[in-house]
């Protein structure tokens, strides 16, 4: 296995910080990411609130023709 420079850097540098071993540290943060890789992420449920929009006083969706001829106007296409 070959590490990328900066990770052997960033490892050796723990290490020492932890005054613990460059293999312990570095089985240890491959545990942990491994670990991390595992698990499916967390997803938060999307979430709709319904409100009660209703029509403006003198629209009915009785008739749609209607309807969208007082909204749009009679000069729609």
């Known amino acids: 296995m070959t590490l990328d420079e900066d990770v052997a850097q960033r490892t050796k540098k723990l290490a020492a910080k932890l005054k613990k ?4 540290v570095l089985n240890e943060a491959l545990r942990k990411g491994l ?4 698990k499916p992420q967390k997803r938060q ?12 006083e003198g629209l009915s969706i009785d008739n749609i023709q209607e309807l969208l001829a007082q909204v749009e106007g009679e000069d729609r296409r």
Request: cysteine-free.
């Open 21 to 24: 071993s460059f293999k312990v």
């Open 35 to 38: 670990d991390q890789v595992e």
């Open 45 to 56: 449920d999307y979430k709709t609130i319904p409100h009660a929009m209703g029509l403006r």
